[in-house]
């Protein structure tokens, strides 16, 4: 079955950087896309990464310049780079396989910014 387990994230002062990762198991990894999602408190689901199989890239407005998605086909993992943290960053970020029966998320890691 699938499985995504995200890993990296924690508390960052703001200005700081952290690399989130997910290891997925259970489908072919490298002929999928994959994405970043966050959920601050209140608020909905958003998307902040996506990389396609063949490795282009797309990204929420907000996060632009700051964070760099990647993917390591070989050790079906995928990175999410952040860096220049800001408070607003603050949420749990979900690692999201979009399977083509149905979408499958990570169990989440939290982010948390401080000023």
């Known amino acids: 079955q699938v499985q995504l387990v995200e890993s990296g994230g924690g508390l960052v002062q703001a200005g700081g950087s952290l690399r989130l990762s997910c290891a997925a198991s259970?489908?072919?990894?490298?002929?999928?896309?994959m994405g970043w999602y966050r959920q601050a408190p209140g608020k909905q689901r958003e998307a902040v990464a996506t990389?396609?199989?063949?490795?282009?890239?797309n990204y929420e407005d907000s996060v632009k310049g700051r964070f760099t998605i990647s993917r390591a086909n070989g050790k079906n993992t995928v990175y999410l780079q952040m860096n220049s943290l800001k408070p607003e960053d603050t949420a749990v970020y979900y690692c999201?396989?979009?399977?083509?029966?149905?979408?499958?998320w990570g169990q989440g890691t939290q982010v948390t910014v401080s000023s």
């Open positions: 999201n396989f979009p399977g083509r029966l149905s979408d499958y």
């Open positions: 259970g489908y072919i990894f490298r002929i999928y896309a």
């Open positions: 990389i396609t199989s063949g490795g282009s890239t």
